[in-house]
Nanobody, 123 residues
Framework: QVQLAESGGGLVQAGGSLRLACVCT????????MAWFRQGPGKEREFVAG????????KYADAVKDRFAISRDYVESTIYLKMNDLKPEDTAVYYC????????????????WGQGTQVTVSS
């Protein structure tokens, strides 16, 4: 079992920055692929960024590439998402997710989810 707890959301003006954190607990964390997803009002949940604990390879959705950065702190068992140059269309609930076997961008590949943290970007 893996437990995920997100924090760091809030209200920010367009062009601003936020850093989300996801504290991970449980067994065999290092074997899981980690990702951030988001779900905007009236929209489907979508992939934002992914990484792994060993090696730190990263992958991003086109909409956030060059603005967002995913990173991990192996010692603290925490995944971060640094978001720069935020836009109103980034407004969403952001979720941390863990996958035992997948490393892709599909919601169905992920086995564990956090409760989410709200990010609101005003224009």
């Amino acid at each position: 079992q893996v437990q995920l707890a997100e924090s760091g959301g809030g209200l920010v003006q367009a062009g601003g920055s936020l850093r989300l954190a996801c504290v991970c607990t449980g067994r065999s964390l290092s074997s899981h692929h980690m990702a951030w997803f988001r779900q905007g009002p009236g929209k489907e949940r979508e992939f934002v960024a992914g990484t792994n604990w060993v090696g730190g390879n990263t992958k991003y959705a086109d909409a956030v590439k060059d603005r967002f950065a995913i990173s991990r702190d192996y010692v603290e068992s925490t995944i971060y998402l640094k978001m720069n140059d935020l836009k109103p269309e980034d407004t969403a609930v952001y979720y941390c997710a863990a996958s035992r076997v997948g490393a892709g961008s599909a919601v169905g590949e992920y086995d564990y989810w956090g409760q989410g943290t709200q990010v609101t970007v005003s224009s």
